[in-house]
């Protein structure tokens, strides 16, 4: 019996060999050779860059940041472009992207050409692109008209996440999370603090000088509510405030006065990449790319809690609310929501 199942194990091995062997031959037979066809990558990438508005007096273009980009190439069946890290497929070979930091700055885009079975080749230009920003008016007119605070009735006025710090070791945001997953306050959470009868007033805007004024109402209670350690740095030591210790660290009634700031606002477009893939790329699983606005206060300007930091990225907009984060001085992302009165 022993030496039928060593003769039959002994058959079977040989019988999957040879059809192995077999399927490995016919799947190589020379009828089918070139059944693919020859595979050939791309060649002779060429590249160029029409920046809108270019002319001699204006060699980096009219301040639109507007540059459109074309490819070619020889055997190449479709095309894609990289701009800082983000691919986008371009079949047609054309692309057209908005800069939006300010000035004269360079960029590198890469064109990269995909041939036959996925091979590849690619190349670069860089361009030299002045964007000359002008705010957006509906924002100006909002910011501008009556008189701000918190949100404190709506769920999420105030919210922390990750931001620029250890938690973000997979550089996955330049700016920080979009939502306050890690805390967010329900309405009237903080009513034992002074941020609920702070008011904030935008006024004065000079399209000309991109700038206007901040006039910021500390309220009945002569106080704000913030952090304790950029306050104590920032603002001029404890002044008599109790931290509520470990561990938030906070002050929740800050001896503070009036005060007016200049306010400035520039474009700015945040990136979260939610899948983690090192690339930052709006898909239909969700949105990485947020293009939007920030505001920039001057000396020690701020709205909301306070935590260090005078810069405040606008995530949602409309006439009368406003949703933002800010980075903290720990490097987490701070949230916050403002609505008009």
């Known amino acids: 019996m022993n030496r039928f199942n060593k003769i039959f194990k002994t058959l079977m091995s040989l019988t999957v060999?040879?059809?192995?062997?077999?399927?490995?031959?016919?799947?190589?037979?020379?009828?089918?050779?070139?059944?693919?066809?020859?595979?050939i990558a791309p060649s002779?990438?060429?590249?160029?860059?029409?920046?809108?508005?270019?002319?001699?007096?204006?060699?980096?273009?009219?301040?639109?940041?507007?540059?459109?980009?074309?490819?070619?190439?020889?055997?190449?069946?479709?095309?894609?472009?990289?701009?800082?890290g983000a691919e986008t497929l371009k079949p047609s070979g054309t692309i057209k992207y908005a800069f939006t930091?300010?000035?004269?700055?360079?960029?590198?885009?890469?064109?990269?050409?995909?041939?036959?079975?996925?091979?590849?080749?690619?190349?670069n230009i860089?361009?030299?692109?002045?964007?000359?920003?002008?705010?957006?008016?509906?924002?100006?007119?909002?910011?501008?008209?009556?008189?701000?605070?918190?949100?404190?009735?709506e769920g999420g006025h105030l919210g922390v996440a990750a931001g620029l710090n250890a938690d973000n070791s997979a550089n996955a945001a330049n700016w920080g999370a979009p939502i306050p997953w890690w805390w967010s306050a329900g309405p009237l959470d903080k009513s034992e603090t002074a941020i609920y009868d702070d008011r904030y007033t935008f006024s004065d805007w000079d399209a000309d000088a991109g700038k206007g004024k901040l006039t910021f109402?500390?309220?009945?209670?002569?106080?704000?509510?913030g952090k304790e350690e950029p306050m104590k740095a920032d603002l001029g030591g404890d002044r008599g405030a109790t931290s509520t210790g470990d561990p938030n660290y906070e002050y929740e009634y800050y001896p503070y006065e009036n005060f007016e700031v200049e306010f400035t606002i520039v474009p700015f477009t945040a990136r979260w990449d939610w899948n983690q893939d090192g690339k930052y790329e709006d898909t239909a699983a969700g949105q990485e790319i947020y293009p939007g606005e920030k505001?920039?206060?001057?000396?020690?300007?701020?709205?909301?809690?306070?935590?260090?930091?005078?810069?405040?990225?606008?995530?949602?907009?409309?006439?009368?609310?406003?949703?933002?984060?800010?980075?903290?001085?720990?490097g987490n992302s701070w949230h916050g929501i403002i609505n008009n009165e």
């Open 295 to 330: 505001i920039i206060f001057s000396g020690t300007g701020f709205i909301g809690f306070y935590v260090g930091n005078q810069e405040f990225f606008i995530w949602e907009r409309s006439d009368t609310r406003i949703r933002y984060s800010t980075i903290g001085f720990d």
């Open 17 to 39: 060999v040879i059809f192995i062997t077999g399927c490995e031959i016919d799947s190589f037979a020379e009828s089918d050779e070139h059944s693919f066809g020859e595979i």
């Open 217 to 225: 109402n500390v309220g009945p209670d002569g106080a704000i509510f």
């Open 126 to 153: 860089t361009v030299d692109v002045l964007v000359s920003y002008v705010a957006p008016a509906e924002l100006i007119a909002a910011l501008t008209t009556g008189t701000w605070k918190m949100s404190k009735d």
């Open 44 to 84: 002779n990438v060429q590249i160029t860059a029409n920046i809108v508005g270019q002319d001699a007096d204006n060699p980096n273009g009219d301040g639109s940041g507007e540059v459109e980009f074309t490819v070619t190439a020889e055997n190449a069946i479709s095309y894609k472009f990289v701009n800082n």
């Open 101 to 123: 930091s300010l000035g004269v700055n360079s960029y590198t885009i890469t064109a990269i050409a995909i041939g036959a079975g996925g091979t590849t080749s690619s190349q």
